[in-house]
């Protein structure tokens, strides 16, 4: 999906900072970055680590509360936002995945998916989630009896089933090998594409760049560039 | 190892929660052994001491009157080390100001201070001084509650002469430790009766006893000879009338304390070893979950290179440390609690000084089985941990095989239910180990409240029962020799009587086979009001035309039942002819341990055709001190005691020891049941750390979360709470048997408050452990959760 100019950002973070206090040690974390999300985009965020983008994924997910600079999501201000206000955005325009899927151990594909289904306001049948990851034939499968892809897919039908305005991916694949970790982008892809859900990936990986409509390159806190990827390419295309 | 050191110290720290609650169950399990056994070892050597320097006879044998000769002849017996002849009598005490009779036993001692046996320690005045006859040296408690000391003056009436005698000394003697006159008082009454030691001149002249006694008392080389012994005794003396003869074993002060301190020697066993035992379970649990959480860890450790052992034994290691913390508290508590308990036997029994020591082997033994148990609890984890395959441990664990949930079979049903509850019926069925440990934990905890109250509740009831149910005279008249029916109506014309009934209280020796026990038989009419037998049940139990109605405590005993066949022997008057009686009933008695007996059949047996040597009586109300000044002066009454005396008595004296006991007990049961809940609940919490974190990442909020969490917790805490009521009454059945003993029976009762009061703080406590896994909850950090591998 293009960048349409007059189109308003369903992100806006403004100089957002974050410093971390551990006992007597102030650790920034973020040092004024800022960063606009255009609704549907596909956004990856590239940077080493400490760079900031987890920190960065984390207060635009309502995970954590920045301690400088301001973070509106579509005209609201999330800087003031409560921890109630914070869980009820999570819950109703968020979707999770991480590099460790966090599955329920003790739940089924499907009854992981349910968990987000029951408590969404205009959930997608549980079903219909697994087969946008093609895992519909393993929906009775616990955590423990599927491969590290499949259960990565099952937290992207997860966090995709309460149909989310964004899904953030924190290094989705970083636990994968190359052709699983390409199942995986696929089924994200995809999502993107068809559902028009906004994609937000950060990963250290720069050939997941090629995907995106845009790439951000974040260092020390801060965004170094913005990229704008002229003709994205799809998961089977890139090379590792 | 220092490193392995630090992290068992920080592992510490961080579940500090936990591992304090570990330490308290072994603290309490330790102060209990510790305050009980010490108690136990330091009762035993008070009275072993003390029998021992004032020389506590082996054996007494009353008789009606034998020369000084006939001393000789029990003195050549051979094994007899001593022996020595002494004239005792019970004998109305006046005292000034007082109206009710006071009984004092009159015991004669030599005129000049000996070693003799059964001796008396001074501990005021002086001995006599050998030449004054109006000398009396009087038990120390009896004169203190009757408001005397050296140098007042009593007046004695022996054989209907008045005596005026002035107190020279206060004393005690090992043979009046537990005072009290006889089998059936069964509780001492410190202010009623007591002794007093007389000079022998004086005792041989009041009662005509010139070169006389009617007490033999003797010491034997082998305690083992002494029934042979006897039975020589017993012929050489048989022309002078012998009414009974007592070991040492069953002499009553002796029997009583040595009871006491058999409970105690039992209570040491049961109690801590039912606290360090779930000290053991927690640390299990506590360590499961360690073990199972730092698996990657100890993969880690392994690929290192440390040894399986190494592992195994940080595990333990960190079970030991918490056990001896909690020892060391344990420690002080217990030996401070120690010496508490010792005090409150200063007002049962009559110590010259108790000891209190020390006992080092019992702290070490204490620390021995603390550490057994901390073992025990930490040996699965070391095992498992030890088990850990270091390649393998990298990898999430394998897959536990899952089932639906038996509700999902019926989709309409499970459809009705809330996600909340699906996700809580799942945890709890395929995790059923942890559920299952939950609910043992709770029941566990409901169990030992509902002990704690329990005995607090057995006493009340038993004392209840025993002066509302069983004795419900208001007044009982006793009388030193048997009467006809005549007394009864005698009695009855006194003044403010509505209703007399007799009563035949006499001691036999139960037989049946080779099994003897000594008791009281206590014979009363059939339809007797102011006396009934009931059982615990309080149903009535018909006392027939004849026939034995028993205890049930009794017939275990002898090894009797309904309608086997047992043999009175009397112990007292020149009655000596053995009878068989069968038992008609078996019934429960909560005081003492007698048998009971139609009143016409009993007085048979003695070959009278109707004896009494007591009578209940029921009177106008406010008419008590009336009813003493009518007596007081009557001869042949040797006691008015009054029924609601003798039960504020018992509750000042046993009352108010057992409460304090009963609290101690009730404190450490909750302490304990707080720690299984705390622990139970907080470990489920931390093995599911990143589930819920997971969860609040989805978009539940910490009170969504909470409530799964909390639902799931009480529903499993009702199901232990069901569980733990059986749980808890088997428990209190099994310390009714370990404390059983002559003097009482605890009754199997628990009230209906004790279950409701038991359950209501179990959900209490399940309701604070959330508070605190609520806490937890809202301070989890989910970007750090989430963010490690599983």
């Known amino acids: ?240 | 190892m220092g490193v392995l050191h630090r992290k068992l110290y920080r592992t510490m720290l961080k579940s500090w929660g936990q591992s304090l609650a570990v330490v308290a169950v072994v603290l309490c399990g330790i102060a209990s052994y510790i305050c009980v056994y010490s108690a136990y070892l330091n009762l035993m050597l008070t009275r072993d001491t003390y029998y021992s320097d004032y020389r506590l006879a082996d054996f007494e044998i009353l008789v009606e009157r034998a020369p000084e000769t006939a001393l000789f002849k029990v003195e050549e017996i051979d094994g007899v080390r001593q022996a020595r002849g002494r004239i005792v009598q019970d004998v109305n005490v006046d005292v000034e100001g007082v109206d009710e009779p006071r009984i004092g036993r009159m015991i004669s001692m030599p005129s000049t201070h000996e070693p003799v046996l059964n001796d008396i320690v001074l501990l005021a005045g002086r001995y006599f001084d050998g030449s004054a006859q109006d000398e009396v040296i009087m038990s120390e408690r009896f004169a203190e509650e009757n408001h005397l000391t050296v140098g007042d003056r009593i007046q004695v009436s022996v054989d209907n002469k008045k005596y005026s005698l002035r107190i020279v000394g206060l004393g005690l003697s090992p043979e009046y430790v537990y005072m009290i006159r006889n089998v059936q008082s069964l509780f001492p009454s410190p202010e009623r009766f007591g002794i007093i030691w007389v000079p022998q001149d004086f005792a041989e002249t009041a009662l005509d006893m010139r070169a006389a006694c009617n007490s033999i008392l003797g010491s034997v080389d082998n305690p083992d000879q002494l029934d042979a012994i006897l039975d020589q005794a017993d012929k050489l003396l048989d022309t002078y009338g012998v009414f009974a003869r007592t070991k040492k074993s069953e002499q009553i002060s002796n029997r009583f304390l040595s009871d006491e301190i058999r409970g105690l020697g039992v209570s040491a066993r049961i109690i801590p070893t039912l606290f360090l035992g779930i000290a053991a379970l927690i640390l299990l649990i506590l360590l499961n979950r360690m073990v199972r959480t730092e698996r990657t860890q100890i993969g880690l450790m392994k690929a290192y290179g440390y040894s399986n052992l190494t592992v195994a034994l940080h595990y333990i290691e960190y079970a030991l440390l918490l056990s001896v913390l909690g020892c060391i508290g344990g420690f002080f508590l217990g030996q401070w609690m120690s010496f508490q308990m010792i005090q409150l036997y200063v007002d049962m029994y009559q110590f010259p000084s108790l000891q209190a020591r020390i006992y080092p082997y019992v702290l070490t033994r204490s620390m021995g089985s603390a550490l057994v148990f901390g073992v025990l609890g930490a040996v699965a984890a070391a095992i498992q941990a030890a088990n850990i395959h270091p390649a393998e441990s990298m990898r999430p664990e394998s897959p536990k095989i899952a089932h639906k949930v038996w509700l999902e079979h019926w989709p309409f049903a499970w459809r009705q239910l809330s996600f909340t509850w699906k996700m809580i019926l799942r945890n709890i069925s395929r995790n059923k180990f942890r559920a299952g440990l939950n609910v043992f934990g709770v029941s566990i905890s409901t169990a030992l409240l509902i002990m704690g109250f329990f005995s607090q509740d057995a006493m009340d009831f038993g004392l209840k029962f025993q002066f509302e149910e069983v004795q419900r005279e208001d007044v009982k008249l006793s009388f030193p020799t048997e009467h006809d029916i005549e007394t009864l109506y005698d009695v009855a014309r006194f003044d403010h009587i509505r209703r007399a009934e007799p009563l035949l209280e006499y001691p036999f020796e139960v037989r049946s086979a080779w099994r003897t026990k000594d008791i009281v038989v206590i014979g009363m009419p059939r339809e007797a009001e102011l006396q009934k037998i009931m059982n615990f049940k309080k149903e009535m139990v018909d006392v027939g035309a004849t026939g034995l109605v028993m205890s049930d405590h009794l017939a275990d005993e002898l090894q009797v039942g309904v309608g086997s066949t047992v043999t009175l022997k009397p112990l007292m008057g020149r009655v000596t002819k053995e009878k068989e009686v069968t038992v008609r009933r078996v019934s429960q008695q909560f005081l003492g341990t007698s048998a009971f007996m139609n009143i016409d059949a009993l007085s048979r047996v003695l070959d009278e055709p109707f004896a009494m040597n007591a009578a209940l009586l029921r009177i106008d109300e406010g008419s008590g001190a009336a009813i003493n000044r009518q007596f007081k002066d009557v001869a042949g009454i040797s006691a008015v005691s009054f029924s609601k005396d003798a039960y504020n008595g018992l509750v000042e004296s046993l009352g108010k020891s057992m409460a304090i006991m009963n609290t101690i007990l009730l404190i450490f049961a909750g302490v304990i049941s707080f720690s299984i809940i705390y622990n139970v609940t907080t470990v489920a919490l931390s093995e599911r750390q990143r589930e819920l974190a997971s969860l609040r990442v989805l978009g539940l909020s910490t009170t969504e979360v909470g409530r799964i969490l909390y639902h799931e917790n009480t529903s499993l805490g009702v199901v232990g709470i069901v569980c733990g009521i059986p749980l808890g009454m088997g428990i209190c059945r099994i310390l009714v048997e370990a404390y059983s003993n002559d003097l009482y029976r605890l009754p199997y009762h628990i009230e209906r408050r004790t279950f409701v009061i038991s359950i209501l703080l179990t959900l209490f406590f399940v309701l604070l452990a959330n508070f605190a896994v609520r806490r937890k909850i809202q301070r989890l950090d989910l970007v750090e959760v989430l963010k490690e591998r599983e």
Request: net charge negative; with cysteine; proline share 5%.
């Open chain 1, 1 to 240: 999906m293009s960048t349409g100019a007059i189109q308003e950002p369903i992100f806006e973070l403004d100089e957002v900072q974050k410093v971390y206090h551990m006992g007597e040690v102030s650790v920034p974390a973020l040092r004024g970055a800022s960063l606009a999300v255009m609704p549907g985009e596909f956004l990856v965020i590239l940077g080493p680590s400490g760079s900031g983008k987890s920190t960065l994924l984390n207060i635009v997910g309502g995970l954590d509360a920045p301690t400088g600079g301001r973070v509106r999501f579509k005209n609201q201000d999330m800087t003031a936002f409560t921890e109630a206000q914070r869980t009820q955005y999570r819950r109703n325009n968020i979707g999770f995945v991480f590099q460790f899927y966090n599955l329920m151990p003790n739940l089924t594909a499907l009854e992981n998916v349910e968990l987000s289904t029951e408590i969404s306001k205009r959930p997608m049948d549980p079903l219909e989630a697994l087969r946008l990851v093609h895992l519909e034939e393993r929906k009775d499968h616990f955590p423990s009896q599927l491969s590290g892809g499949e259960q990565q897919r099952v937290a992207i039908a997860r966090a995709v089933a309460k149909q989310p305005e964004i899904l953030l991916c924190d290094e989705p694949t970083g636990a994968l090998d190359i052709s699983t970790g390409k199942v995986v982008l696929q089924a994200l892809g995809a999502i993107n594409e068809r559902v028009g859900t906004t994609l937000i990936i950060i990963t250290h990986n720069v050939s997941i760049g090629e995907m995106a409509n845009r790439v951000v390159r974040m260092m020390d806190g801060h965004v170094r560039d913005i990229h704008v990827n002229e003709s994205p390419k799809s998961a089977d295309e890139l090379d590792w």
